[in-house]
C-alpha cells in the first residue's frame, strides 16, 4: 500500500504558465475530451455525484452539469474557480466513496513521479469509479480510415519516442515544463502505469483516444476498502 508522500525538495505546484490566459482558450481537444467523459461515466450504470480534478477551462464541468450529474472541482490552482483547492495526492476533505466516480484528465503528469501513487490510492478511496486521463509522449503519426459504412473506423498510431530517455519523475521536464512525465517513456508506459494502478483498482478499459491521440484513457474501478 502507498504512504503518503512527503516530499520537501520538490511539491505539487500550478502550471508555470500564463494561467488567466489559459483559462480563456478552448480547443477542439477540450470538447473532444468532454465527449469522451461523459460517454465513459455513461458505462458507470448508476452514476451521479462526480468529482472532477483539474475543471480546467470548465467545459467538462458544464456539459456534466448540463447532463444532470452532480458536479464537485478541486484543483491546486484557485484561478481555475474550483470548488476547492488543493492536490489529488491529499483529498482527505472528503469521505470514502463520497463521489460515485472521479475524473482526472490529464492532471496526474502535473505532479512529481513519488505523488502518483498517492494521488491514485486517494481516488480510489473517494470514489468507486476514476477517469484516468493521461498525455502521450509525442510525436505520434495516425492512420485513420473510415469508409463510410458499418461503422468500420480503422486506425494505425505510432509513437516516435526515445527508447533511451528516462525521465527523473522530480524535473518538469516536458510540454514547456508543465509535465513530470508522459505515457510512453520509460517507466510510464502503458503496463507500467496498469501495474501501479492495479494496486488500487480493476482495470475496466484502457484505450487510446482515436480522436485525440495525444491522450491514453484509463477507466477504472476501485478495488480499495475503507480503512
Not at 67 to 91: C, K, M, N
Not at 101 to 126: F, G
Not at 195 to 202: E, S
Amino acid at each position: 500500500m502507498a504512504q503518503s508522500a512527503h516530499h520537501d525538495d520538490v511539491q505539487p505546484s500550478v502550471m508555470p504558465v500564463d494561467r488567466d490566459k489559459w483559462f480563456r482558450e478552448l480547443h477542439l481537444s477540450n470538447f473532444v475530451n468532454s465527449y469522451y467523459q461523459y460517454r465513459d461515466l455513461q458505462r458507470m450504470g448508476r452514476c451521479k455525484r462526480v468529482l472532477i480534478v483539474g475543471p480546467g477551462q470548465g467545459l467538462d464541468t458544464q456539459v456534466l452539469k448540463w447532463r444532470g450529474y452532480e458536479v464537485t472541482t478541486f484543483d491546486i490552482d484557485a484561478t481555475f474557480q474550483p470548488d476547492h483547492v488543493g492536490s489529488v495526492h491529499d483529498l482527505s476533505r472528503f469521505a470514502y466513496r463520497q463521489f460515485d466516480a472521479s475524473i482526472a484528465s490529464h492532471v496526474l503528469e502535473h505532479l512529481p513521479e513519488p505523488y502518483l501513487d498517492q494521488s491514485l490510492r486517494e481516488l480510489a478511496r473517494v470514489s468507486r469509479y476514476s477517469l484516468v486521463y493521461l498525455p502521450v509522449h509525442r510525436r505520434n503519426l495516425h492512420l485513420r480510415i473510415v469508409p463510410g459504412f458499418k461503422d468500420i473506423d480503422l486506425s494505425l498510431i505510432v509513437d516516435i519516442v526515445n527508447p533511451f530517455e528516462k525521465p527523473n519523475g522530480t524535473a518538469p521536464r516536458y510540454m514547456a515544463k508543465q509535465h513530470y512525465w508522459e505515457v510512453g517513456m520509460r517507466g510510464y508506459r502503458v503496463k507500467d502505469l496498469l501495474k501501479r494502478m492495479a494496486a488500487f483498482f480493476h482495470v475496466i478499459e484502457a484505450y487510446r483516444n482515436k480522436d485525440w491521440i495525444s491522450s491514453h484513457n484509463f477507466v477504472l474501478e476501485s478495488t480499495l476498502g475503507p480503512d
